[in-house]
């Protein structure tokens, strides 16, 4: 076996262990609050992963995986952006606004120039952040932060005011026309065409872009250290920008497909409160260790577990927030995991050195 | 419009407990080179556990007790991961803040029910402001700078001892050298990882009080993820106040100033400033100050690079 074999294969043992460990926590919590563990594990994976229901999870695991497949981007440059929610959110209700808009508009113009928008939106509110990072040198984790409240808060207001459903008991805006709705792709499920651009077209051309590409590399050398980068003739203030813009278009576009395809219109609740897309992204794109198509699988995964725990709080009363327990275990041990794998990494290329000897 | 300045003022002061709190505790921490974004959810475990102190024990000094026990429980892990295993910190922050959301949430359900009712269950009593008196009539001065509750003078207090110890002693100087370069101070015979857990620790006890003064002090109630990012604007605060604690009381008094107006817009119902716009000026004057005067503002040079030692 040649290392990197091993040294996959040491990742997914570690990858696995790390959610094993956070279920292991998951079934002590349940149990000491006196549920049924064995009864409440069957209903998560029941209503995560039974055939029928895999539409939905691959519906509740597409805006995850935009909003991952950019946040790897940021992460392998080592630019922590944590406003993936704000972005998310931005790219939101612009779409919804613009839809409502050019209700009239022909769909096969207007659906990619929908999402377009709703990328570019996410781009532009994780420009200052941006900037602040790279011309100024303030940490983006707490800019970021501080954007994703600005931004909830902003379309609170919008949602409460000006773009308000004046008819709806909800703040919300009214409902798109049904001609600028992503269309089905499997009839009778509600599968829409952004989950095909989500898992079909956008994690090849990321990983493309991560694994196979200058820039891609660049971001990677810029992640391994503002000096090395320097050395390699890096200019990290572009680099910094280029890795927050991408993010944030990705997470636009999660908004905004998840207004097209799924809610048909802005809503406050357009993620959800127990485990909301912008930071169970981060869960994704660490446990998919950057890497597009370990994310692509990731999503699902941690998809149906969102879908699993509602169906586990309806069926046997454990609150959804469950899963916001589990993500939080899975990075937690997935950073153990880290720490592990490059003691056994080394150990595995200290043996390979003595076998050659 | 009138807005009562003094009272503005007077309310300013109050608010500015927890994030000065928060903030002195995290700004040593820094100081010695690690970045503790758990400092949001430490105050969020405190908040929760005063308020399960008070409730069941009907005990406020008991509850302070457990708020600041169970901030240290929640740091020791922090430490574990980031000192003894030198894993990333802002990871492995972000991630503790999540686990506490959740937990606090989930045993929050687990204690009073799956559903939370419209009237959330209430302690009878909160924190008391320290009764000094004749004092606190004195004068308009008095009556802004006495009346508060303990924790403000002892946030204040600590801030300027910090400032002491920091810039004045040789424990300072040794704390100071870890953050610029933990392997020289390592070489140098200092104990870089017993120093960082003691001002971890501390960090758990002191973030706990902080956040026990939303549950126990403020309100008499917990709320889901009721700290809204507290511990991050402290750290805000902390990049502003350049690292040096008298300057924290300045900036946690200017946070609070927005704070306290912002609360008062809402509270006269206002039809021309919608509640959102409000709630949101506290993120928008940190990003707007941060801006100001954040720029190129050097922290310490090891800040939140994980170290490990060499045998």
Redesign the interface.
Known sequence: MNIERQVNLVRALLALSSIGLAFVFCIMLIALSGKDPGEALFWLFYGGFSPALIPETFIRATPLLFVSLGLAVAFSAKIWNIGAEGQLYIGGVVTATLALHISGAPSPIALPMLILVSGIAGALWALIPAILRAIYGINEVITTLMFNYIAIYFVSYLLNGPLRDPVSLFPETTTISSSLWLPIVVPGTRLHLGVILAFLIMTPIMWFFLKRTALGLKLEILGSGEKTAKYAGIESVRMIIIAMLISGFMAGMAGGVEVLGIQHKMRLEISPPTSPYGYTGIAVALLGYLNPLLIAATSFFLGGIMNGSTTMHRMVGVPVGMAGIIQAFIILFILLGYFLEEKFIHRIIGGLRKVEH | MSIDISGLIFSAISLMTPVLLAGIAELFVERSGILN?GVEGAMLIGAFAAFMGAYYYGDLGFASLIAALSGIAFCTLFAI?TVS????Q???G???N??A???T??LY??SFG?YVSPIPPHIKETLKPLDLGALSEMSIVGKLIFGHLPHTYFAIILAIFGWWLLSKTDIGLKIRAMGEDPQVADSLGINVNLTRYTLLLAEGAIAGLAGSLLSIGYYNMFLDNMT??RG??A??LV?LARWNPVLLIAASFLFSMVDALQLRIQALGLTYI?P??A??LP??F??IV??AL????RGPAALARSYKRQR
Not at chain 2, 85 to 88: C, K, T, Y
């Open positions: 974004l991961l295993l030198a894993l990333n802002m990871v492995t972000l991630a503790m999540l686990l959301i959740g937990i949430s989930y359900r687990a799956w809204q990012g991050y604007i750290i805000a990049i919608p959102q716009l709630l949101m993120y928008l940190t990003i941060l801006l954040g720029r190129k503002v």
